[in-house]
């Protein structure tokens, strides 16, 4: 069996987006990210959207201006792995999309009320699969292993992933 790890973390300093985030969720989150153990280097690895694309670096790099509030460790059979780790590789240098963002509160108020305007003036805001937040990648991650969620991947917020993987680990266990 193989592991990686869904993360849920904040920065070290005052950032006024991630300020916005955890007041916003009534989180103490604001970014969510998968973290795996490199099988060539045996390096702690993070894998993120964040600051103008999909990338990857070493926790210890990433730990400098990062905090892991709290991550669950998921076990994957060897086949699944390849698949989420052939995601990951595939998906590096994707644009980050601030624009999704502000997309996002839009389609709860559309959630909320179900006035059809919401869901447009959310739609405005986003750009598909061109360019992806934090939480957008790692349902994308997650849906390889069959998490399924109630909204488009452009809106999902990540205490939407915290609530998938405390449901699916609930109901499964610890294997995906």
Known sequence: ?????????????????????????????????IAYIDAVTSQDMIAESSNGEFHKMTRENWNKKNKAVEEFEIELNQDVYYTVMHHINNHL????????????????????????????????????????????????????????????????RPDHIYRAVIHYKAINGKIF
């Not at 993360?7 to 604001?30: L, Q, R, V």
């Not at 986003?126 to 992806?132: H, L, P, R, V, Y």
């Open 1 to 33: 069996m193989s592991k990686i790890r869904v993360g849920f973390s904040d920065t070290h300093k005052f950032m006024p987006f991630s300020w916005a985030i955890k007041a916003y969720s009534g989180k103490p989150f604001s970014h969510v990210y």
């Open 93 to 156: 240098q994707t644009d980050y999309s601030i624009l999704n963002i502000f997309g996002v509160p839009f389609y709860d108020l559309y959630e909320l009320t179900g006035l059809r305007i919401f869901k447009g003036i959310a739609k405005w805001f986003t750009d598909g699969k061109a360019a992806i937040i934090c939480s957008e990648s790692v349902g994308f991650t997650l849906a390889l292993l069959g998490v399924q969620f109630n909204r488009p991947f452009d809106f999902l």
